[in-house]
C-alpha cells in the first residue's frame, strides 16, 4: 500500500515550453502533496506544499508563477513548469501524505520523480 | 526552525557487517516524528524506519534500528548484516506532530562492498 506514481518518469523539452508532471496516490487519499526539486548529490528541497482543493503554499524564493500548481482531486496534483529554461533542469520529486496512514504517524510516501531537461 | 545535520557524507561497509548512520537534529518541539528515507541509484525515496518521539522504545525493521537519544537530539540508524541492495543516500528526516513538512538532512551516502 502507499504507492504514488509520478508521469512522466523523464522528460525533454526547449527552452520557452512548459511541461506539465503528474503526481498520483495510487491506493490512498492524499489530503496533502509536496513538491520538492533535488540536485545531483545533495538533499530535497521542498518547493511548495499543497492541500486539495486549496492554493498551494510555495517556499520563500521559489516562483509561484513559473512553478504552477493544481491539486484538484484527493489522489491527484500536478506541477506545471512554465516557460522552462535550462536552470529549470532537475530531478523533481512529489510526495503525498494521508494522517490516516500508517497508524496516524503522518508519513510522506514519495514517487518515483521526474527528471526534467531543458535544453 | 528544526535543522538536521548528518555529518557523514560518505560511509562504506563490507557486506555482512554492522554500520551505525548518524543523526542530530536541533528542535523545541516536544512531540515530533523522525524518520530515516534511502534513496537507491534509481532515486525512488523509500521509508526505511519512522519513530515517533513520545515512545521511548526505539524502533526496528529486520535489519534496520534506530538509537534515538531524545535528551541528546541524536538519532542514529544501524544495518545490520548489510547487504549490497542497501547501497543508498541515506536521509534523516524530522517532522514535528501536527505539521506536514519534511526538513531533511543532508545525506549519506553509503556503499556496501563485496
Known amino acids: 500500500g502507499a504507492v504514488v506514481s509520478q508521469h512522466p518518469s523523464r522528460v525533454i523539452c526547449k527552452s520557452g515550453t512548459s511541461v506539465k508532471i503528474e503526481c498520483r496516490s495510487l491506493?490512498?487519499?492524499?489530503?496533502?502533496m509536496f513538491w520538492y526539486r533535488q540536485f545531483p548529490k545533495q538533499s530535497l528541497m521542498l518547493m511548495a506544499t499543497?492541500?486539495?482543493?486549496?492554493?498551494?503554499?510555495?517556499e520563500q524564493g521559489v516562483e509561484k508563477d513559473k512553478f504552477l500548481i493544481n491539486h484538484a482531486s484527493l489522489t491527484l496534483s500536478t506541477l506545471t513548469v512554465t516557460s522552462a529554461h535550462p536552470e529549470d533542469s532537475s530531478f523533481y520529486i512529489c510526495?503525498?501524505?494521508?494522517?490516516?496512514?500508517?497508524?496516524?504517524?503522518?508519513?510522506?510516501?514519495f514517487g518515483p520523480g521526474t527528471r526534467l531537461t531543458v535544453l | 526552525a528544526q535543522t538536521v545535520t548528518q555529518s557523514q557524507p560518505e560511509m562504506s561497509v563490507q557486506e555482512a557487517e554492522t554500520v551505525t548512520l548518524s543523526c542530530t537534529y536541533d528542535t523545541s518541539e516536544s512531540n515530533y516524528y523522525l524518520f530515516w528515507y534511502k534513496q537507491p541509484p534509481s532515486r525512488q525515496m523509500i521509508l526505511v524506519i519512522r519513530?515517533?518521539?513520545?515512545?521511548?522504545q526505539n524502533a526496528t525493521e529486520n535489519r534496520f534500528s534506530v538509537n534515538f537519544q531524545k535528551a541528546a537530539k541524536s538519532f542514529s540508524l544501524k544495518i545490520s548484516d548489510s547487504q549490497l541492495g542497501d547501497t543508498a543516500m541515506y536521509f534523516c528526516?524530522?517532522?514535528?506532530?501536527?505539521?506536514?513538512?519534511?526538513?531533511f538532512g543532508e545525506g549519506t551516502q553509503l556503499t556496501v562492498n563485496p
Open positions: 499543497s492541500n486539495e482543493g486549496s492554493k498551494a503554499t510555495y
Open positions: 519513530q515517533e518521539a513520545y515512545k521511548q
Open positions: 528526516a524530522f517532522m514535528k506532530q501536527g505539521g506536514s513538512r519534511l526538513t
Open positions: 510526495s503525498a501524505r494521508d494522517p490516516q496512514l500508517a497508524g496516524g504517524t503522518d508519513t510522506q510516501y
Open positions: 491506493d490512498f487519499q492524499a489530503t496533502t
